[in-house]
């Protein structure tokens, strides 16, 4: 199956590695750079489909894409079938594929029964993708977690019942929500997922390196992996993977999500996201990485960041 390319639906994705979506941090500049450097796909921040009915214009923003952004994927997070059709139907052009959350473990997006609680209601987890297939001509895909509580693995379950409703790709991210971020990846766990369905299956979390790639890739026998916070600040991972090489300095990269975020927000929120983006470059800065840390999180405007640009990034 490797060695034809990845395909979601009909569409052909030119590296089996993804960028991952991260609410305030996979933003235009970021996802240009993962793009640049050879991810196979790029998804939006996560969206709320209510917020696309309501026309809620920083929810819509949220759905802008670079113009090398193809294909792109928009990732939208609703707990009622009705409401996500009716968003999938007001997406803008430019989107390729739709993401269905269904891994995102914070409270208050559980607490409306949205994201990783879907994983408690399988039933519930196909009636969404049916809704939404039905909504639109794209392919729908879904990201998930191994279940909610911990031990309690139900992605099989919940990826046989979506896939049943039509989703043209899962992607495991290989914890409970109940783990959080914390623990490690259960890679066995995502490996049983593969056995449950037909469709391409991603597998997700805790990949920093080309060697953690290959061996997510091995271990699960997944289609393709997502790269999250590992590509942060590390976006050449993508060029790694693909073994090509893109001559580019961290300092040309950082000035790029700048602009591009200038482009989109005033002075003091680019400063703010620029924070986790900066500290994700210093991570590989041995030796002066919490001093670039302290610095840009103290940082308030365009001269403090540019300073601390110039000084560790020439
Ligand atoms: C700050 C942050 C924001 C995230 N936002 C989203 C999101 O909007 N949608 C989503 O499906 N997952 C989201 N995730 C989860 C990631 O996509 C990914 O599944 C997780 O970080 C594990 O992969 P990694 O170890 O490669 O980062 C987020 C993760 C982080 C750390």
Do not use: W
Request: net charge neutral; proline share 4%.
């Amino acid at each position: 199956m490797r060695n034809s390319p990845l395909k979601i639906g009909d569409i052909e994705l030119c590296s089996r590695a993804l960028f991952a979506p991260m609410a305030g941090y996979s933003d235009l500049g970021a996802r240009y750079l993962a793009r640049l450097y050879g991810a196979g796909l790029t998804v939006s921040e996560m969206v709320s489909a209510k917020g696309l009915i309501f026309e809620n214009k920083e929810t819509q923003k949220l759905l802008d894409k670079t113009e090398i952004e193809t294909p792109f994927a928009a990732q939208l997070f609703a707990h009622e079938p009705e409401i996500l059709c009716r968003a999938v139907g007001l997406l803008p052009e430019g989107i390729d594929i739709v993401d269905i959350n269904m891994g995102c473990p914070a409270p208050k997006i559980v607490k409306n029964g949205e994201g990783s609680a879907l994983l408690k209601d399988p039933v519930l987890a196909g009636e969404l993708v049916a809704a939404a297939v039905s909504g639109s001509k794209r392919p729908v895909t879904v990201k998930m977690r191994l279940g909610f509580e911990m031990g309690d693995f139900v992605a099989d379950k919940v990826a046989r019942e979506v896939e049943k409703a039509g989703a043209a790709m899962v992607t495991v991210h290989g914890r409970y929500r109940e783990q959080m971020y914390a623990g490690e990846v259960d890679r066995n766990a995502i490996r049983k997922v593969r056995d449950a369905v037909d469709i391409p299956l991603i597998a997700n979390g805790d990949v920093r390196t080309l060697r953690d790639y290959e061996r997510m890739l091995t271990e699960t026998e997944a289609d393709g992996v997502m790269i999250g916070r590992g590509a942060l600040g590390n976006y050449k991972i993508f060029a790694d993977i693909l073994g090509k090489s893109v001559r580019r300095t961290e300092r040309e990269d950082i000035l790029l999500q700048i602009d591009f975020l200038k482009r989109e927000y005033p002075e003091r929120i680019v400063v703010n996201l620029m924070k986790h983006h900066v500290s994700a470059y210093a991570s590989g800065k041995a030796g002066v990485a919490k001093e670039i840390r302290d610095r840009v999180h103290h940082a308030t405007n365009y001269i403090e960041l540019f300073a601390i640009v110039d000084e560790y990034f020439s």
